[in-house]
């Protein structure tokens, strides 16, 4: 049964729910050289983050820029504050707590979408995490991609589907809601091999699924 994303949300939050883009201006182990210095081959140079606001504002200023966009359909709506833009759980757990608690200050703000790397989630930043989903709900969104590790080295992804089991275990043992990104399309993978992806990922315990389709 597939079921929406603004489905799941009205029936946990019991209303319209818009999800608001932040970059917080965070980079990511496979740019900074600590697993690669290139990027993933998918990867923009904002990384995944095109439609986030501009990381030289506040969170606060950008949450209000993100609520101005969708201020003419988000009538009695409330918000996602969304952190998009390349690794948002690697930096130290002090510098997450503040940004996370910044993002779901606002009253209209009902929880918390993290999305990042599965190789990005230590026992501190799990903390933190638990953390705030006491707070209000988080969600983290992984960028898995693909189950295969022979696509995984072709993409340069920078890690195997092993890390990505482990995040996705640890994530729920700790309570935390997930989501993981796959991509349909990359190079030498047949839809027998698409079909494993969304197996694997459903077999590991994802909470939802985004679908990408692969853009040159």
């Known amino acids: 049964m597939y079921r929406k ?40 140079r904002y990384g995944g983050g095109e439609f986030a606001q501009g990381q030289c504002e506040s969170i606060a200023e950008q949450l209000a820029k993100a609520k101005e ?9 409330k918000f996602i504050a969304y952190f998009q833009s390349f690794s948002n759980t690697y930096g130290h757990p002090d510098h997450l707590r503040r ?22 989630l230590g026992d501190d930043v799990l ?32 890690y195997d589907l092993a890390v990505y089991l482990d995040a996705v275990k640890r994530l729920k043992n700790a309570g935390i809601e997930v989501v993981t990104h796959i991509i349909l399309g990359l190079p030498e993978e047949t839809p027998e091999m698409m079909e494993e992806t969304a197996k694997a990922v459903i ?3 994802t909470d939802g699924v985004n679908f990408h389709l692969l853009h040159v």
């Not at 917080?24 to 182990?29: D, L």
């Not at 966009?69 to 709506?77: D, E, L, Q, T």
């Not at 606002?106 to 993290?114: E, N, R, S």
């Open 203 to 205: 077999s590991a315990g």
């Open 5 to 44: 994303l603004s489905d799941h949300y009205m029936e946990k939050f019991g209303c319209k729910v818009y999800k608001l883009s932040i970059d917080a201006g965070f980079t990511c182990p496979n740019r900074d050289g600590t697993a690669g210095s290139r990027g993933c081959i998918f990867c923009s």
């Open 99 to 120: 940004l996370y608690r910044e993002a779901i200050s606002p009253q209209d703000v009902v929880g918390l979408a993290i999305g990042t790397r599965p190789d990005c």
């Open 127 to 158: 903390e933190v995490l638990k953390e705030i989903n006491a707070i209000k709900p988080v969600s983290v969104e992984l960028g898995l991609q693909t189950a295969s590790d022979t696509t995984a080295r072709y993409i340069r992804r920078g």
């Open 69 to 77: 966009k969708v201020a003419f359909k988000a009538k009695n709506g």
